[in-house]
Antibody
């Protein structure tokens, strides 16, 4: 059974960096069939895919255009986890952030519990 | 990017009734790579349907998906009390992955 456990601060000041971690159990971040994604949800933007990392003989990343200049998603193979960093945040980045596994079927079959991140001074 | 438009925004029905939810794509979804999720308040979305019509593991057979190209449908044949919540469609044929804005199924 795959489980994704998120951790990280719930409050970030404007212009600072949002950092979240997703610890994976029941699968490997280096899986050659899965991808590891970050998705956020807010009333104004709905569900928004932010990006992914995955391993296919080497590491790859894809990011949404809306955050591409500010985002970094990185695997940590020693801890079997994936991290999200979003720089220069504004109140518009306030949302519930989820990590999610995309499996071989192509969909997001396992999700973290979600982390509400509020950007406020 | 592929824009997904769900309709209606809210569906008011009674337990035992049939629910029909629509998802329309701004361009054809290759290989019918479309999924449906259910989301209850305070929880992460839960995968119901993938590849437009395949039920995910453990999903009751009252949930079914259909459609192809740009028009897709989620049908719930007989609404149970736990089915009154929000449903999203999502495409995975192109990057970026995109979601519809959701349909809320509420008790009439």
């Amino acid at each position: 059974q795959v489980q994704l456990q998120q951790s990280g601060p719930g409050l970030v000041k404007p212009s600072q960096t949002l950092s979240l971690t997703c610890a994976i159990s029941g699968d490997s971040v280096s899986s050659d069939t899965a991808t590891w994604n970050w998705i956020r949800q807010s009333p104004s933007r709905g569900l928004e895919w932010l990006g992914r990392t995955y391993y296919r003989s080497k590491w790859y990343n894809d990011y949404a255009v809306s955050v591409k200049s500010r985002i970094s998603i990185n695997p940590d193979t020693s801890r079997n986890q994936v991290s999200l960093q979003l720089n220069s945040v504004t109140p518009e980045d306030t949302a519930v952030y989820y990590c999610a596994r995309r499996d071989i079927s192509g969909c997001f079959d396992y999700w973290g519990q979600g982390t509400l991140v509020t950007v406020s001074s | 990017e592929i824009v997904l438009t769900q309709s209606p925004g809210t569906l008011s029905l009674s337990p035992g009734e049939r629910a029909t939810l629509s998802c329309r794509a701004s361009q054809s979804v290759t290989n019918n790579y479309l999924a449906w999720y259910q989301q209850k308040s305070g929880q992460a979305p839960r995968l119901l349907i993938y590849d437009a019509s395949s039920r995910a593991t453990g999903i009751p057979d009252r949930f079914s998906g259909s459609g192809s190209g740009t028009d897709f449908t989620l049908t719930i044949t007989r609404l149970e009390p736990e089915d009154f919540t929000v449903y999203y469609c999502q495409q995975y044929s192109t990057i970026p992955r995109t979601f519809g804005q959701g349909t809320k199924v509420e008790v009439k």
